[in-house]
């Protein structure tokens, strides 16, 4: 699923070169979790079915299991 596509305008560089921020909503959730909460995200998150996949360019990807803090 994908939770959300955003162009690089559409977030916002962090005081370190490698960090990126953004907000999302209920609204940008997609997929099976389209129409739930935030807290049904959070729950999928605690579940450790969240896979966060990042990519800056076609030859240049990250991925990683998200977790709760």
Same mark, same amino acid.
């Given at each position: 699923? /994908?939770?959300? !596509? !955003?162009?690089q305008?559409?977030?916002? &560089?962090?005081s370190g070169n =490698?960090?990126l921020s953004? =907000?999302? /909503?209920?609204s940008?959730? &997609?997929?099976?979790?389209?129409?739930?909460s #935030?807290g049904?995200?959070?729950?999928t #998150?605690?579940?450790?079915?969240?896979? #966060?996949?990042?990519?800056?360019?076609?030859?240049?990807k990250v991925?990683?299991?998200?977790?709760s803090?």
């Amino acid at each position: 699923m /994908t939770l959300r !596509a !955003a162009p690089q305008s559409g977030l916002a &560089q962090g005081s370190g070169n =490698n960090t990126l921020s953004g =907000n999302f /909503t209920a609204s940008d959730l &997609q997929g099976p979790l389209e129409g739930k909460s #935030i807290g049904d995200f959070v729950k999928t #998150i605690d579940d450790g079915k969240i896979v #966060i996949s990042v990519s800056t360019s076609p030859s240049h990807k990250v991925k990683f299991t998200a977790r709760s803090m």
